[in-house]
């Protein structure tokens, strides 16, 4: 099947006497018992089965396990690292998992933080207890490319476990499984949810190994799990994914564009264009370049959220990968710790009409 089959097809299984077109919800917590039945829903239920075999088909692995958030997902992974292994993370990694691991983690696992754009960086930085590379690509809010399969090469020689958090790609655009990872992680709640309105996370494995069984244990008995409506929702947004990517990927072409020639903007970090660092890596690695951008705008923190409060059809609001274009001076949201420059805007460019959204970008700049 190609992708957009499998996202409408894959784990739409209907054992219904009365032959739904699309499978139910099934609410039941419990199960009769009986030889090869479903236990409790914690453990398993039909519609988290159903989601995690299209996750599983969309990422060419072997396995998927969903969560309650992408936070939980990625919380999965570190909770199944032995207790004092070391992880080689970006330095500009996601921030809430940034936060388990300087917070949480704390005391149990070390870290260092490297420029995964530089492979000698993340080369230099394997110590004799290094047990899983973290990669994020394109990264947030910088859209920083890391070269996927040269840092899997360094990860294979130390016998390390690599593990990309595909979340601004999607498995539209970019499989890292492909490119060698072990596991790929991915907030659902962002494009795969696609529509502003389901918390969710997940992580697919190339293979089911030992360390995938702990996942898995940490997955039922952790209990951070995705409720049968979430699943249900998340099957049906997947089924318009490859066409959701491909209009946010045009749209976003067109609003770098836009942004890129425009006299009030100082920079725009977007991989589709030419002058982006990791321009070159990510043609390579990626089938196209997604919706998610960030400008320097010219001027002060002040300047930006002027700007931002012009705008109509980008909400200020943080997230993104939904229908509706979000936009947000980032430093904002990521409190006092923050190391994103005070006039960097990122926008999540949503699927409403080219034209009106750079009219009202036009407006904002006046
Ligand atoms: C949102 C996000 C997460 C965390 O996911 P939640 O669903 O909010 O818990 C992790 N990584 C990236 C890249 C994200 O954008």
């Known amino acids: 099947m190609n992708i957009e089959t499998i996202a409408i097809h894959a784990g739409n299984i209907v054992t219904d006497s009365q032959q739904p077109a699309v499978m139910p919800i099934t609410l039941s917590t419990t199960f009769q018992h009986q030889e090869e039945s479903l236990i409790y829903s914690r453990a398993n239920n039909p519609n988290r089965m159903a989601l995690e075999q299209v996750l599983t088909q969309l990422e ?91 840092i899997v090469k360094v990860a294979k020689s130390h016998a390390c476990k690599v593990v990309c958090d595909n979340t601004f790609a999607t498995p539209i655009f970019q499989n890292p499984l492909k490119l060698g990872a072990d596991i790929v992680m991915h907030s659902t709640t962002k494009y795969l949810g696609g529509h502003s309105d389901i918390l969710g996370g997940a992580l697919v494995t190339k293979q089911k190994d030992a360390f995938w069984g702990r996942v898995k244990m940490i997955q039922h008995t952790g209990g951070a799990v995705p409720s049968p409506f979430d699943c249900y929702f998340l099957c049906r947004s997947i089924k ?66 002027n700007f931002v409060s012009k705008l109509h059809y980008f909400t200020n609001a943080t997230s993104l990968g939904g229908v509706e274009s979000l936009i947000e001076r980032r430093a904002a949201s990521e409190g006092p710790d923050s190391l994103t420059p005070p006039n960097l805007i990122r926008v999540s460019v949503g699927l409403e009409s080219l034209e009106d959204l750079l009219l009202d970008m036009n407006q904002a700049f006046q």
């Open 240 to 305: 318009t994914l490859p066409y959701r990517m491909k209009a946010h990927a045009a749209n976003g072409k067109g609003v770098a564009a836009y942004l890129d020639t425009h006299p009030m903007v100082e920079k725009v970090y977007y991989p589709g264009l030419r002058s982006h660092l990791g321009h070159q890596v990510a043609a390579q690695q990626m089938k196209d370049f997604g919706g998610m951008l960030s400008f320097l705008i010219k001027g002060d923190a002040a300047v930006a959220d």
């Open 60 to 150: 060419y692995g072997e396995d998927a396990a969903a969560f309650s958030s992408g936070n939980a997902a990625g919380m999965a992974v570190f909770q199944a690292l032995e207790p004092g292994s070391h992880v080689i993370a970006p330095d500009d990694m996601y921030h809430g998992l940034r936060n388990q691991l300087v917070s949480i983690f704390k005391g149990v696992l070390s870290v260092s933080f490297v420029d995964m754009g530089n492979v000698d960086a993340v080369a230099a930085a394997f110590l004799p207890e290094t047990a899983l590379v973290w990669i994020e690509t394109p990264s947030n809010p910088l859209l920083k490319i890391a070269p996927i399969e040269a």
